[in-house]
């Protein structure tokens, strides 16, 4: 079992940052390929951004290329999401993800195993 806690969801007006926290424990956390996704009420989860184990490539939606950046701390057991330029349509619950599968489904929800009970991010315009 792998236990996620996502931190530093909140209000932010458009063009403002925000820096989402995801604390790791349980498993060996630089086993697993990490993900950010985020969802609206009623709509489905929604890939945002992912990092292989060791850091060293990171993927990302188009709609938040350029503007996150996803890195993670296998020391700490943590992983992160910049997020810069923040726009209205960025509003939603924001979730950490860990999988044990292969990062080639790094944005298929239904590839993770572990999930975060989700942060709120709302950015007003």
């Known amino acids: 079992q792998v236990q996620l806690v996502e931190s530093g969801g909140g209000l932010v007006q458009a063009g403002g940052s925000l820096r989402l926290s995801c604390a790791a424990s349980?498993?060996?956390?630089?086993?697993?390929?990490m993900g950010w996704f985020r969802q609206a009420p009623g709509k489905e989860r929604e890939f945002v951004a992912a990092?292989?184990?060791?850091?060293?490539?990171?993927y990302y939606a188009d709609s938040v290329k350029g503007r996150f950046t996803i890195s993670r701390d296998n020391a700490k057991n943590a992983v992160y999401l910049q997020m810069n330029s923040l726009k209205p349509e960025d509003t939603d619950v924001y979730y950490c993800?860990?999988?044990?599968?292969?990062?080639?489904?790094?944005?298929?929800?239904?590839?993770?195993?572990?999930w975060g009970q989700g942060t709120q991010v709302t950015v007003s315009s």
């Open positions: 993800a860990a999988t044990a599968s292969s990062s080639y489904f790094y944005a298929r929800a239904d590839k993770y195993d572990y």
């Open positions: 349980g498993r060996t956390f630089s086993n697993y390929v």
């Open positions: 990092i292989n184990r060791t850091g060293g490539r990171t």
